[in-house]
């Protein structure tokens, strides 16, 4: 049996997600909502939750406070990723990355684009790695949530998917 087909047990991460939106709060906050119910559906758990206004240095400096705690291995952040007004996430965010994931914004962008079509070239979707933390950056609907959690970021997250998955690198990435 080769090393890809041995069976591996399921590992829960912490993940904390973060909406960024000016308008929405606890009550009407749907794509957050629907990060959590997929990340602790799938066996996961939630390490924080916050909403903050779309504002670069406020997004920067929670994302960084997540960064830096050992006990966070995965941030999802939701809103701020388009083109418009304050959007500022990839500002905010990218200049914390110690490697970007590439493949993360192509992928969603085209899986987007089989529910929203050309629009989804508005999306400025990314994913990075930052002192050994997965940081992944959606865009606010609750649908574009649903699409990146459970088409990309679920299934790479679960150190059963092989032949390779994203948690097969954490111990690697937390070393150096």
């Not at 997600?17 to 000016?22: H, K, Q, R, V, W």
């Not at 758990?45 to 995965?74: G, H």
């Not at 865009?139 to 390779?164: F, V």
């Amino acid at each position: 049996m080769s090393k890809q087909n041995v069976p591996t047990e399921f590992n829960p991460l912490n993940i904390a997600i973060l909406t960024i939106s000016d308008s929405r709060d606890e009550s009407n906050d749907t794509s957050g909502q629907a990060l959590i119910d997929g990340l602790l559906g799938a066996g996961h758990q939630l390490a924080e939750k916050l909403i903050v206004p779309d504002n670069v240095y406020i997004i920067r400096r929670e994302v960084s406070r997540w960064i830096a705690e050992d006990s966070v291995q995965v941030i999802i952040t939701s809103g701020g990723t388009g083109l418009t007004g304050r959007d500022g996430t990839p500002e905010a965010v990218v200049p914390l990355f110690d490697r970007t994931i590439e493949g993360f914004g192509e992928l969603f962008r085209w899986l987007s684009y089989e529910e929203v079509g050309t629009s989804t070239i508005a999306s400025r979707a990314i994913a990075g790695v930052a002192n050994g933390t997965f940081v992944f950056c959606l865009p606010g609907s609750t649908n574009a949530c649903k699409t990146g959690w459970s088409k990309i970021i679920e299934p790479q997250l679960d150190a059963r998917i092989r032949p390779c998955n994203l948690t097969d690198l954490l111990p690697r990435l937390r070393e150096s």
